[in-house]
């Protein structure tokens, strides 16, 4: 199974992103690395222009959408796991989801994720591949792809589609920690994170070779974030942030 179905990501994500310090209770000193979620989009996205079409690809649970959503934009939130769509889909509806947070072995506390203080109208949630978007999706003022690329198995293929997914002028904003892994991205497909010809490639040298044709890097930035297992096991990763503007009129 997709472990993106799972029961334990699901819990997971859903802390991640909806958690409050309380409840995801991290070790002194990682405070720092919380609220990623809110983050990449407060952090990473900058004004957008009145009526502003957005699109989380990757959305997980949805909150970077929602925070999307509070900038004024209409924004759609696409992702894979079907799951993870019900959970953001349900927390739009209904303004609350109901979830497990895993403490230790078999127990656990109960929780409710609540959605962000925005016009759930302005917000829709898909299921999709960012590999293989609709063709009718039309083009956003900024789209946002965290820690997205190193989940799929042809980052690449989704990267030929950004350009025509970015209005002139608009933003694409790519985090990730660049954990590449064989069991989601055969070796072939890495972005960076390898040596040719005797010289190390890393990831953002990947990224330019296909983006820079049709944007500018405007900023890079390293973005912490902390993703709680149980009580007594947190990952702490530290994405790199791209940020770019669609040049205008190519
Ligand atoms: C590491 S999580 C990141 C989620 C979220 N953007 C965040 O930063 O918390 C990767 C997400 O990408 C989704 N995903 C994996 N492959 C995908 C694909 N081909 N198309 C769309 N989403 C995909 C997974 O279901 C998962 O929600």
Same mark, same amino acid.
């Given at each position: 199974?997709?472990?993106?179905?799972?029961?334990?990501?699901l819990g997971e994500y859903l802390l991640f992103h909806y958690g409050? *310090?309380?409840?995801?209770?991290? @070790?002194?000193?990682?405070?720092?690395?919380?609220?990623?979620?809110?983050?990449?989009?407060?952090?990473?996205?900058?004004?957008?222009?009145?009526?502003?079409?957005?699109?989380?690809?990757?959305?997980?649970v949805?909150?970077?959408?929602?925070?999307?959503?509070?900038?004024?934009?209409?924004?759609?939130?696409?992702?894979?796991?079907?799951? /993870?769509?019900?959970a *953001?889909?349900?927390i739009?509806?209904?303004?609350?989801f109901?979830y497990?947070r895993?403490?230790?072995?078999?127990?656990?506390?109960?929780l409710?994720a609540?959605? !962000?203080? #925005?016009?759930?109208?302005?917000?829709? /949630?898909?299921?999709?591949?960012?590999?293989?978007?609709? +063709?009718?999706?039309?083009? =956003?003022?900024?789209?946002?792809?965290?820690? %997205?690329?190193?989940?799929?198995?042809?980052?690449?293929? =989704?990267? #030929?589609?950004?350009?025509?997914?970015?209005?002139?002028?608009?933003?694409?904003? $790519?985090?990730?920690?660049?954990?590449?892994?064989?069991? =989601?991205?055969?070796?072939?497909?890495?972005?960076?994170? /390898?040596?040719?010809?005797? %010289?190390?490639?890393?990831? %953002?040298?990947?990224?330019?070779?296909?983006? +820079? !044709?049709? /944007?500018?890097? #405007?900023? #890079?930035?390293?973005? @912490?974030?902390? $993703?709680?297992?149980?009580?007594?096991?947190? &990952?702490?990763?530290? *994405? &790199?942030?791209?940020?770019?503007?669609?040049?205008?009129?190519?």
């Open positions: 199974m997709n472990s993106y179905e799972s029961d334990k990501l409050s *310090a309380a409840e995801i209770a991290p @070790p002194p000193g990682v405070e720092y690395a919380l609220d990623y979620a809110v983050r990449c989009v407060t952090e990473c996205v900058g004004a957008l222009p009145t009526g502003a079409r957005a699109l989380d690809l990757g959305c997980a949805g909150r970077s959408t929602f925070e999307l959503a509070r900038l004024g934009a209409t924004a759609t939130g696409i992702d894979f796991s079907h799951r /993870f769509i019900d *953001a889909e349900t739009r509806r209904d303004g609350t109901g497990y895993a403490d230790e072995g078999a127990l656990t506390t109960r409710v609540r959605r !962000p203080d #925005v016009d759930p109208a302005r917000v829709s /949630f898909e299921v999709g591949d960012a590999m293989a978007l609709r +063709d009718d999706l039309g083009d =956003f003022d900024v789209v946002l792809a965290a820690n %997205l690329i190193d989940r799929l198995a042809a980052p690449a293929r =989704f990267l #030929v589609r950004v350009p025509s997914l970015v209005k002139p002028g608009g933003q694409l904003v $790519i985090t990730s920690p660049y954990t590449w892994l064989a069991e =989601f991205t055969p070796w072939t497909k890495w972005l960076g994170g /390898f040596e040719r010809h005797d %010289l190390r490639v890393a990831t %953002l040298d990947g990224l330019r070779a296909v983006l +820079d !044709p049709h /944007f500018d890097l #405007v900023a #890079v930035k390293d973005l @912490p974030f902390l $993703i709680r297992e149980h009580a007594r096991k947190f &990952q702490l990763s530290i *994405a &790199q942030a791209s940020i770019w503007r669609r040049h205008d009129g190519d």
